[in-house]
Structure formats: structure tokens, C-alpha cells
């Protein structure tokens, strides 16, 4: 693939060629830019040693990473292919109970299957069953659009609930659910074994080894999804997503590319169940619809988590996940630690409500004033630090519905 | 964008370097020291205890679906609390209450027991089924003793798992052997059981099954899960089976529904609930005329029991908390408080006011007495309930509460006999 085309990729065949660049600005922003990255990367790693003993705040940020993977796989498949899906839920508990069917020791319980297959290729394999499962429901998918292929998707979590109940050798059943095998990577166990190193005088247990496990699977799916949305897969989704005779006549296998996209989506919600698994050391089935790990509750906070962080990008993604999964957490540990919303004893205004509202808010608000999201934001503000870099005019392309021109696919930058 | 490649290509190893800088600053320690220490009195301490208090935690649900009970549970804890520290406290130390609220959410509480649990010695009370297969495993690993507000039999394989009061399974056969006893249900008839899918239904329906395998009966099973709202359909069902009572595992509202169809359909047949089946505020609802056939059979006495204790509890909380729903929780939640008063004085006798200490308090108890909140409490055989009593109370508008005690600590031979799915021996 030349360069050329890959500068150009996704652009509307009308559109204007990019802009010549301003000698220079290139790279003064590389330095920053490098600068940043190195500057996240190191906070990241060093997150449990700043927290030190205060693990609920690595808790919270384990489960953002969760939502962050989640997030990444739905972002690709509704903004980048252009497909609605209501099934991230469902891929998150298959993960979740493959991973703890793989995985499972065997001499356990009678009444548990368990294949005691070493836990990163339990990992994998998860990972792939998703996949397939994902395929399966491709024919479903490649014939619905909008919302009717969103309400045919919805049916994949009432069939999870059903499942996840009837399939007790499996699941475990909704009364005491069963507990995933603790991760091991080479002999090396993700749990409080000794002796633990430390780290900066930190000990690295149980929570700190997730944390950079988790941190790990997150920036592999981070970089595997950027890597997508540049490549020829990319463009071929936004090709799809934005005229399926067009992409035909340009030579895009449509039912494929649809599939295509549906499997990758279901792989990465299935690494976040087995995430979500390993996270609460449980795996369990819920006992209704409504409330639960994989429930409809689920399916609406990782469609907030999409829409927030701008629909197709994945950086945005990672945002929408920390406002989503993060606020509430946050605000409870907050309420513990300093008081507030002491007085809502019975009833009234107390963390779990407020939390609500400001998700809710933060929806509506980027509905209405930035279609964009979170990506728009960003690349609006990455603009105002190198002004001659950036075309002025938006490229046109989707947006969230108020059909906002600014667009999120082709600069993994914003 | 080969620039950008290349810039790309940069960060990746800025990233790398930093991170390989950070981990050549990586050390290793096998040991921690043990931070136990002997503290006034010459009394063994850990967590939560100083010299001059106890911290016992409170993780409840005063946001979630179960908020009215859940919040009186929280103030049934506090004002036990209270009692204690006005009467000089436990081993010189005053009661200290760390209350957290998850909002019936498994996620929600496992980000805040971390929080909680370095400040805490063990948990007063612990609300929910989701949220205590969530922390099971924390629980063991920090070796924290909990006292749940949920009561399946299920959860018994947990030695951190300090039980209040029966369980589930108990409560129907009880219940089934007290209706029976009053004439209201005889030998290989067919009775209807209706269950939500899961712990608490899952475990209610081991019971009525146990009670019919004994008495020849025929157990007609109906499972729902918990947000279903209509339940005339099955008891119409039901109705067809012939059934000459029903028994509930189900929430408040599906009480209402059933009891409401039981009348409609002119069944009328005598209906037995767990003790969340029956929410005081059914009474205001259009199900009320419907609700007389309802007899709930439960641990620890209804509101508005003559049991003195519960009396003296019920005006303590009407004085503390004007306006606020009367139900069975502040009996509940005093309770928990005086059971975890038990264990503590006992482990103060010891001398070992560690976390380990009180595990060896718990198991060493075996008639712990509540003032008949509960039955006599035996905690010497884990895996099995401590107590297999139950009060039945019967629906009646007048009553402070929604419902009159016909039945105090009731101990049917079936449930002397009947063997819970973790008991040994």
C-alpha cells in the first residue's frame, strides 16, 4: 500500500486533496506528540505505585480498561462499519464463561465442565469462540441496517440470559455462578502468591499483577484496532458503512466485510468478558434482563461509551470508557472517603444517582453540541496547538445522529 | 505519513525504554511483617481495632432495588451500635460503624471493598446475593468475617460467612409443616411453587421440594426471573394443577400479582412467602384487598411482634427515624449487631481481637442468645444454618408492619431432619 493512498484513505472521492503541509509544524508536534505518549505510558505503568495502598483506585481503573477493550471492538463495528449492535453483552459473558470452561480444573466440581487448558490459551480460545459466535449471527447482520439490525442484535442478550440459566455445567448457574481459574502466564500467577516483588517499595499482588495484565491486553487492543482503521480492513468497512453499491463497484466484498466486522467487534467484547471474569473473580449469569454483568444495562453503557467518545474512534473509545465505567466508581469512593452525600440515608441525592445524571448529561450534551464526541474535542484542541496542520474545513464523513460534519475514521490522531 | 510512521514508531520506544526503566527499579521481598500487635487490655489486635474502638463495616444497599429494607437494615445496625457504646461499649472499645452503600451492584461493591476493608475488623452486614458470590473470594483472602443480609443456604461453604438467623430452604419447610399443622394442607396434595431463577428462588425451591418428598406431596414448579410483573398466567396454571396452596419465592410486586390471580381466579388457596416476599407497602396497593391469604415465614420477628425485644427495637426506631418505612430490616440489622456483640465479647475473653481471632470466637459459639430475634444460634458445624426456627406471620392491614405474628420461633422435624447442601455429617 502506498502512502498516498493511505493519507487519502476513506476520503469521499470528491474530496479536496489534503492541504500542503507547513514545513516544520511536522516535527515540533512528532516531539510532543512523543513526548506524551512517553509521558502516558509512564503514568500508566506507574499507576499502582502512585495509588500505593489505596487499591480500590487501580480497581476502578482496571474496570475502565475493561470498558476501554469493550468499547474499542463496538466503536469499530457501529462507527467505522456502520452496523448497530445491542450484543456487546452477550460476547462479554461467552468470553467470560469460555474462558472459566477452558480454563476450569477439571477435578473441581462434578457438576462443572472444566477442560484445564493453560489460562492464556483459554485466553485465546475465548477470544476465538466469540469470533465464531459472531459469524454465526453474520447472515442476521449482513441482511438488517440501523436500528432493525440494533433490536435483531438485542435478541442475543435475552438468549444469553436463557443460557446462561439453563446451561449450568457451564455457567455455573445464576445461584453461586463459578470462579474463573486465576490467570497464569509461564508459571507466573496472576493471585497473592509469594514471595511478591515490589516495586518502589510497592508490593506487586493480585491487583497490580491484573492491572498490568489488563494493561497489556488493552494496549494490544488498542494498537491491533488503530492498525485496522488505517489499513485496506478500514477502509473497506468505511466504504460499506457509507455506500454499499459504491464499495461494491470498487471492488469490497460487502457480505464479507460486514461479517468481518461483526467477528472482530464479538473478539474484542469476548477478551472483555474474560477481562470482566478475571476483574469481580466470578463468573455468574444474570438472574434478570435488566440488572446485571451482561445485561441490557451493559448494552446501553457501552453504546454511551461509543457515542461519548465519538463514534469510529478509538482513542475516543478509551475516553468514553473512563466516563462511562469510571465516574460512578469514582464518585462512590469519593462519597466514602470524604462525605458527601451523607445526609441520603433514606433516599435523595447520593453517589449512584448523581452518577446517572452526569452520564446521562455528558450523552444528551454530545448529542447535541458535539457529534463528534470526545475525538472531535481532542482533534479540535490537537489543532489549536499546531494550527497550519490541520485542514480548517472538517472532511465530512459520519457522525453521531445530528449529522455534525467532523468525522473520526481516518486520523488516528484526534 | 512516513514522518508520521516514523513518529509512531518513536513513541512506541519512548514507551518502551520508560517502561523498562521502571522495571529495572523492581525489587523483590518475600515477607511482610506481621503487623499484629497487643494493644490495651494485653488484647491481640489487627485491622479495625485501636485502643479505644472496634470499626465494623456496613456495605448495604440504600440506592438499589432494595433500598426501603436496606436502609432500615443500616439504621437497625446503628442503633444497636448505639445501645453498646451507651453501655460502655465491648472490651473498653466503643463501636464504630463504616457504612458504604453499592446499590445492590456486584461491580459497584467489588471497587469499594478494597476501600473498606483495611479500615474495618469484620462486616456487620453484607446485602445481597450478587454482591456476596462477588466478594466471596475477598473475603477468604483477607479473612474477614461477614455477616450477610441474604439468607441461602448456599453461601454456607464459606467459613467467612457468619449466618443470622435460618435460610431459605427452611423457611418453606417450616412454613409448609406450620400450614399443615393448621389443617390448611394435608398429605399428597399438590402444592404450586413459585421461584425466581437463582440464589434466593433457587434455594427456596430445595425446601418445598424437601417438605413434599416427606409428605408425598406434588411440587408444581413455576420459574420467573425477578422483573417479571405478571403472574396470572401462571397461576392460572396452577389453578389447572389442581394446586391446594402456593408458596413464594418472589419479589414484593409478584406477591401482590399472585395473591391478587389467587383471588380473581377464585382459588383462594392459603399462599406461604419467604421473608422478602412481603413488603408493607403491598397494603397500599391495588392488590390489597387480596393479600389475606398470605402467610410469610421468617428468622427474626415481624415489626410489630410482642417478642419485648423486638417491641423495645421497633420504639427505639420509631423515635430515631420519624417518618421513615416500617418493616422487618431493623430487627434484621439489630440482630446482626447482636450476634457480631456475642463474637466479639467472646473474643476479648480470648485475649485475640485479630481477624483470626474472631473466626476462632464464631466457631467456638454454640448458644449464642438474641433475646428470641432469632432462634438459639449454633455456630459450631460451618455449613450447616445456625438456627432452623422461624416466625409466621400473617397479613393483617392493622398491624404496624403490614403483618401479625401467629407463631413464634417455630421449629417444624422436617427441618430438624433436613440436611443443607454444605452440611457435614
Known amino acids: 500500500m502506498s502512502e498516498v493512498v493511505s493519507e487519502k484513505a476513506g476520503s469521499p472521492p470528491a474530496a479536496p486533496p489534503a492541504q500542503p503541509r507547513a514545513a516544520g509544524a511536522r516535527p515540533r508536534r512528532n516531539r510532543i506528540k512523543i513526548a506524551a505518549t512517553a509521558v502516558l505510558v509512564l503514568f500508566l505503568v506507574l499507576l499502582p505505585i502512585l495509588v500505593g495502598s489505596e487499591v480500590a483506585y487501580l480497581k476502578v481503573a482496571q474496570y475502565i480498561l475493561i470498558g476501554a477493550v469493550g468499547g474499542i471492538g463496538l466503536t469499530l463495528l457501529v462507527g467505522q462499519a456502520g452496523q448497530l449492535s445491542l450484543a456487546h453483552p452477550f460476547f462479554l459473558l461467552v468470553g467470560a464463561v469460555s474462558y472459566a470452561v ?15 487448558l493453560p489460562p492464556l490459551l483459554a485466553l485465546v480460545g475465548a477470544i476465538v469462540i466469540c469470533g465464531l459466535i459472531g459469524l454465526a449471527f453474520a447472515p442476521v447482520a449482513g441482511r438488517l441496517r440501523g436500528i432493525y439490525l440494533g433490536v435483531a442484535s438485542l435478541s442475543l442478550v435475552f438468549l444469553g440470559l436463557w443460557l446462561g ?4 455445567a457451564f455457567t455455573g448457574g445464576t445461584s453461586s455462578g463459578r470462579t474463573p481459574p486465576t490467570f497464569e502466564l509461564f508459571g507466573f500467577p496472576f493471585s497473592n502468591a509469594e514471595p511478591s516483588p515490589t516495586l518502589f517499595g510497592v508490593a506487586i499482588e493480585k491487583q ?9 491486553l488493552a494496549a494490544i487492543s488498542y494498537l491491533l484496532a488503530r492498525g485496522a482503521v488505517d489499513s485496506r480492513i478500514g477502509r473497506s468497512w468505511r466504504a460499506v458503512r457509507d455506500n454499499e453499491a459504491a464499495a461494491t463497484a470498487m471492488g469490497v466484498n460487502v457480505t464479507r466485510v460486514k461479517a ?15 477481562m470482566t471474569a478475571l476483574w469481580l473473580d466470578l463468573v455468574k449469569p444474570d438472574e434478570n434482563e435488566f440488572t446485571g454483568s451482561y445485561s441490557l444495562t451493559v448494552s446501553i453503557a457501552f453504546l454511551a461509551i461509543v457515542i461519548i467518545g465519538g463514534l469510529g474512534s478509538v482513542p475516543g473509545a478509551v475516553v468514553g470508557a473512563a466516563v462511562v465505567f469510571g465516574l460512578q466508581q469514582f464518585f462512590l469512593l469519593g462519597a466514602n472517603e470524604f462525605g458527601w452525600f451523607a445526609d441520603a440515608e433514606f433516599g435523595g441525592l447520593n453517589a449512584v444517582v448523581l452518577s446517572a445524571f452526569v452520564y446521562g448529561a455528558a450523552v444528551v450534551l454530545v448529542v447535541l453540541f458535539e457529534p463528534g464526541g470526545a475525538a472531535a474535542v481532542g482533534r479540535r484542541l490537537v489543532a489549536r496547538l499546531s494550527p497550519s496542520d490541520i485542514p480548517s474545513a472538517p472532511r465530512g464523513g459520519r457522525s453521531t445522529p445530528g449529522s455534525e460534519p467532523e468525522r473520526n475514521d481516518d486520523d488516528p490522531t484526534a | 505519513m512516513i514522518l508520521r510512521r516514523r513518529a509512531g514508531r518513536s513513541a512506541t520506544l519512548a514507551a518502551a525504554l520508560a517502561s523498562t526503566l521502571v522495571l529495572a527499579a523492581c525489587g523483590s521481598t518475600a515477607d511482610t511483617p506481621a503487623d499484629t500487635a497487643a494493644g490495651a487490655g494485653g488484647v491481640k489486635t489487627d485491622k479495625g481495632v485501636t485502643d479505644t474502638t472496634i470499626t465494623l463495616g456496613i456495605m448495604g444497599d440504600t440506592s438499589g432495588v432494595f433500598k426501603n429494607l436496606g436502609a432500615a437494615i443500616n439504621a437497625g445496625n446503628q442503633l444497636w451500635a448505639d445501645d453498646v457504646n451507651a453501655a460502655g461499649g465491648i472490651c473498653d472499645r466503643t463501636i464504630q460503624l463504616e457504612v458504604v452503600d453499592h446499590g445492590y451492584k456486584a461491580d459497584t461493591a467489588k471497587t469499594l471493598y478494597p476501600q473498606l476493608e483495611p479500615k474495618i475488623l469484620g462486616i456487620v452486614q453484607l446485602l445481597g446475593s450478587p454482591v456476596l458470590a462477588a466478594l466471596k473470594q475477598n473475603l477468604i483472602d483477607d479473612n474477614v468475617t461477614a455477616a450477610p443480609a441474604s439468607w441461602s443456604s448456599e453461601i454456607l461453604n464459606n467459613p467467612n460467612i457468619m449466618m443470622i438467623g435460618t435460610t431459605y430452604d427452611l423457611e418453606v419447610i417450616n412454613g409448609l409443616a406450620y400450614l399443615q399443622q393448621e389443617g390448611l394442607l394435608a398429605d399428597g396434595a399438590t402444592i404450586g411453587h413459585i421461584y425466581i431463577d437463582g440464589e434466593y428462588g433457587g434455594n427456596g425451591l430445595k425446601g418445598s421440594k424437601y417438605y413434599a418428598d416427606k409428605h408425598g406431596m406434588t411440587v408444581k414448579e413455576a420459574k420467573i426471573t425477578s422483573t417479571d410483573t405478571d403472574l396470572t398466567n401462571i397461576v392460572t396454571g396452577l389453578r389447572g394443577d389442581g394446586v391446594t396452596a402456593i408458596v413464594l419465592t418472589t419479589t414484593p410486586g409478584q406477591t401482590a400479582s399472585a395473591l391478587a390471580a389467587n383471588q380473581a381466579l377464585g382459588l383462594n388457596v392459603p399462599v406461604l412467602g419467604n421473608n422478602p416476599t412481603f413488603d408493607p407497602a403491598l397494603l397500599q396497593s391495588p392488590a390489597a384487598g387480596a393479600l389475606g391469604n398470605l402467610y410469610v415465614a421468617a428468622s427474626s420477628p415481624p415489626f410489630s411482634s410482642q417478642t419485648p425485644k423486638a417491641a423495645a427495637v421497633a420504639k427505639a426506631y420509631k423515635e430515631a427515624y420519624p417518618g421513615a418505612p416500617l418493616n422487618a430490616g431493623t430487627n434484621v440489622g439489630y440482630v ?3 450476634v457480631w456483640q456475642n463474637v466479639l465479647t467472646k473474643a476479648c475473653e480470648n485475649g485475640d481481637m485479630t481477624r483470626a481471632g474472631i473466626q476462632t470466637a464464631l466457631i467456638s459459639l454454640t448458644a449464642v442468645d438474641t433475646e428470641d430475634l432469632v432462634g438459639e444460634l449454633d455456630y459450631s458445624s460451618p455449613g450447616a444454618p445456625p438456627t432452623r426456627g422461624v416466625y409466621i406471620a400473617k397479613v393483617d392491614p392493622a398491624a404496624e408492619g403490614g403483618v401479625t405474628e401467629v407463631a413464634t420461633v417455630f421449629t417444624a422435624p422436617e427441618a430438624e431432619s433436613y440436611k443443607a447442601p454444605f452440611q457435614e455429617g
Not at chain 1, 208 to 216: A, C
Not at chain 1, 260 to 274: D, K, N, R, T, Y
Open chain 2, 336 to 338: 446482626e449487631g447482636l
Open chain 1, 208 to 216: 497490580q499483577r491484573l492491572w498490568y495484565l489488563f494493561l497489556v
Open chain 1, 165 to 168: 440459566q439453563s446451561l449450568e
Open chain 1, 260 to 274: 468481518g466486522a461483526f467477528v472482530i467487534s464479538s473478539a474484542f467484547a469476548g477478551l472483555a468478558g474474560v
Open chain 1, 102 to 116: 477452558l480454563a476450569g480444573d477439571p477435578e473441581e466440581s462434578d457438576d462443572l465442565v472444566g477442560l484445564g
